[in-house]
């Protein structure tokens, strides 16, 4: 009888290369994205102007001047203009890009660690337990997001904090949900059973099975609202729940331009068009990596 | 079978082969009472499986054939403990599955399964060297080890290593993913794998490759198959039993020669007379059997196969046949014309009666 085991065990790690991993795929395939590349760009350099506003801001953003109130775009020492209390357009939008993008990111990046965990625990174990947690997230996802955002924040207070709390319980349930039905379509796959009948445990199964399989499509729907946070943040701020006055923010600015629409109208609408450039390039490249993540590209 | 256990590394130790404990005489696999209902509405189950018992010898291969819906895949899930049966148990090598001799991961180093659809029992996202190299790794093989064993079986089963162990499952064909899951089967040098529509999805050609392949492991590694498919020619070329279900019952279970020979079921009678012949004088022009398989939520009373059965009687529709051996060749049927002194107009006479 031919020993089987042992000399398929002896033998060393034959000399092949290395297979690049998933990710390194990925990126690849994203190299090829020329849309989504220029929205990184673009992610890119609003990013790194918030971090080096000090730096980059020609003025303080907060330096008011009673004598120019509301110039236009273009005019001498004020490059996008200057706002109703005379503060310079371009500098307020540099910073207000820090507390945008950070009340944009954070609830979701938090949101998209609960939901998967919620959403994947759901779907792997089914029965009473995803019932009883699936029910829980529709009684949330009954209500418009932007209006649980806005009961939420006003139940907790006006302020930041608060308003990154009630953004993370608004983005928790769509993401759990669709974490939820991925999951429930992987754990059906035969590569699942398989590895339960090589004795791994639910746990390494979630791990190494299914985890790989559910993230990319969860990722790339928390990507996507990232844009939508922004607004809703912004929405905050204007409603007066998020940031305070003088602080920069994007949808502070708009709030308190809003008055000057008629007089300069191209001013006023900065804020607004920052938010849209903003959240449009983190949509597009959600959509570049929804097509690199797949593997059959 | 003890050389395995001597050699020294650790990890030949932790994939040896298991010991036979109980010998050559007793079954790999006894399944008895094995029953799974699935509820779909309040009150009502669809009756998978219904209470069937059957062995599966050391060394040999079990064939399973039936029609779609037949219990077949169900068998297959519940002896590998993927789905929990509602009665009934398995002893493997004398030893209850999931007891307190045989842990269900002890269990499950010994016993592995091919599935039928060869893309979705692979990981998309896991290279095929990854997906072999999983199971090893659960059972405490470090990932060196566990991706040169995975190569190295990758080679057995007639894929370079050099060239495949890096793909993925998309940029294999199907006999070639094929290959990857009985590669994954084996990676845990198990005793049974289950074969459960292995090669039905496979075209002629890789059929035949494939079940070529699958001869050559089972001598190289000392192998018992259970092999599910619809296709009788494919099981009479490979079983040495063969075991015919019947809306979730086993209707015959024999040897192959004597039962496709002898077929003593008429819905095994049937289901031969449909096998496709290359000889146009063999061919049937009628359909030999009328009429799709009853529900099996509702499954006829007495013999399951009465309402399409050309010889059913009254006795048929309220007795159930038992599954019984006449003549002592191991070759069983449930029938009421194959039991002397069943009542069957058709039945041998019984013997006491002659004497």
Known sequence: MTDAASPLVATAPSPVAASPGYWAGVLR?????????????????????????????????TKTSMLRRLRPIGSPGYLLGADELGRDMLSRLIFGARLSLFMGVVPVFVAFVLGSIIGISAGFFGGRYNTLVMRTVDV???????????????????????????LTIVFIPPIARIAESVTTQVRTMDYVDAARASGAGPFLIIRAQVLGNVIGPVFVYATSLISVAMILASGLSFLGLGAKPPTPEWG?????????????????????AAIFITSIAFNLLSDGLRSAMEVKN | M?????????????????DDRGGAATPLL?????????????????????????????????????????????????????IAQDAGELL???????????????????????????????????????SVAFGPQVHGLSRDDAIARARALLGKVGLEPARFAGRYPHELSGGQRQRVNIARALALNPRLVILDEAVSALDKSVEAQVLNLLLDLRQEFDLTYVFISHDLNVV???????????????????????????????????????????????????????????????????????????????????????????????????????????GHSRAPVAPETVA
């Open chain 2, 236 to 342: 009479r070329f490979m079983s040495d039993r063969v075991m015919v279900m019947y809306l979730g019952e086993i209707v015959e279970i024999g040897p192959v020669e004597a039962l496709y020979a002898r077929p003593k079921h008429p819905y095994t009678r049937a289901l031969l007379a449909a096998m496709p012949s290359m000889d146009p004088d063999r061919r049937t022009e009628e359909a030999p059997l009328a009429g799709d398989p009853p529900n099996p939520i509702n499954p006829p009373a007495g013999c399951r196969f009465h309402p399409r059965c050309p010889f059913a009687e009254a006795l048929c529709a309220t007795k159930p046949p038992a599954l019984r051996d006449s003549e002592g060749a191991g070759h069983k049927a449930a029938c009421h014309m194959a039991q002397p002194g069943s």
């Open chain 2, 92 to 130: 493997f090598d004398g030893e209850l599955v999931d007891g307190q001799a045989l842990p269900l991961k002890a269990y499950r180093r010994q016993a592995q399964m091919v599935f039928q659809d060869s893309y979705a029992s692979l990981n998309p996202r896991m290279t095929i060297e990854a």
């Open chain 1, 252 to 272: 502070l600015m708009l709030n308190t331009l809003r008055t000057a629409i008629y007089i300069q109208p191209w001013v006023a609408v900065l804020p607004g």
């Open chain 1, 29 to 61: 395939r994203l190299g090829r994205e020329k849309v989504a590349i220029a929205a990184g760009v673009v992610i890119l350099l609003i990013v790194l102007a918030a971090i080096f506003a000090d730096f980059v801001a020609p003025t303080d953003p």
């Open chain 2, 30 to 82: 006894a399944v008895s009472g094995l029953t799974k209902h699935f509820p779909i509405a309040r009150g009502t189950v669809v009756r998978a499986v219904d209470g069937i018992d059957f062995e599966v010898r050391k060394g040999e291969t079990l064939g399973i054939v039936g029609e779609s819906g037949c219990g077949k895949s169900t068998t297959a899930r519940l002896v590998m403990h993927l």
């Open chain 2, 2 to 18: 003890d050389t395995r256990a001597t050699d020294q590394a650790p990890a030949a130790a932790i994939l040896a082969k298991g």
């Open chain 1, 140 to 166: 949330f996802y009954a209500f418009p997001s932007v209006l649980l955002a806005i009961a939420l924040s006003g139940a907790l207070g006006a302020g930041i904090a608060n308003s990154i709390l009630s």
